[in-house]
């Protein structure tokens, strides 16, 4: 259950979006087109120390927005820069990337040598990874669903893609009640004492019924949906205005990404 609760920490991060921070007062169009300007900048650097320091203004844009740190860190260095660790690994050893050496030791009876190349590519590859996650989960964090979704309907995304969206957002946020209540239910009748024969047919059970309920779910969602006024098109209680702060906002993010390029 910690990694449902952290799923559903995750999910219900809305909280943040709703706090009088740096990026939640500015135009959520502004966010978008000046985190867009960072991405592209984080994609084409290829110095180590650039995106180090692109990584630490992102940390501070955190830390404006009244995100907490630490649930900040945690959350963007889940699963997918930590897998991108493993995968930059094999680059670091000679056979892989060759080069100086920095280290060298011996596995199963054959030398192995780790490179001053491949620590560098390997530490390049994560810092690009966990740079560009951070700031599309700062943006996802600062800014409400629906805001965002509009948005990349005024950027001419097709209405089904944001459609399609919209609907996988609402039906996660039932889709994790649903498996909290069935793991609580079954938890409270079987007990945590379960042999093994028993606990494979109470999850293949819950397997099974997961699917039927989720399978009449679906619809019960698109019709609530449709019962409030949902014609396609994400709705958001105000519109749009951008302000100096906010124009001020996007040229400095365009200063900065301008800025990497040039060190690049």
Request: aromatic share 14%.
């Amino acid at each position: 259950m910690s990694a449902l609760s952290f799923f559903k920490d995750a999910l219900y991060a809305d909280a943040y979006a709703l706090k009088k921070g740096f990026l939640q007062s500015r135009d959520p169009r502004i966010n978008v087109a000046a985190i867009l300007l960072l991405i592209i900048a984080v994609l084409f650097v290829r110095d180590t120390a650039v995106l180090v320091w692109l990584y630490t203004f992102c940390l501070l844009l955190a830390a404006c927005s009244k995100i907490n740190l630490l649930f900040f860190i945690k959350r963007t260095w889940f699963f997918i820069p930590l897998f991108s660790l493993f995968i930059a690994v094999p680059a670091v050893f000679n056979f892989v990337t060759p080069g100086h050496p920095v280290f060298m030791f011996t596995l199963l009876h054959h030398p192995v040598t780790i490179t001053r190349e491949g620590l560098s590519g390997a530490t390049l590859f994560v810092m690009r990874v966990a740079t560009s996650v951070s700031l599309v989960i700062l943006l996802s964090l600062t800014t409400k669903h629906t805001e965002l979704l509009k948005v990349l309907r005024i950027l001419k995304i097709p209405q089904l893609f944001v459609m399609t969206l919209g609907m996988c957002y609402r039906y996660i946020y039932l889709f994790v009640e649903i498996i909290e209540h069935t793991h609580l239910a079954i938890k409270s009748r079987a007990g945590t004492n379960i042999k093994h024969k028993k606990g494979r047919e109470i999850a293949t059970w819950s397997i099974t019924n997961l699917w039927i309920r989720s399978y009449h779910l679906n619809n019960q969602v698109y019709s609530a949906m449709l019962s409030r006024g949902y014609r396609g098109e994400p709705q958001v209680l105000h519109e749009f205005k951008t302000t100096l702060r906010d124009w001020a906002w996007i040229t400095a993010a365009a200063a900065i990404s301008t800025l990497s390029f040039a060190v690049y």
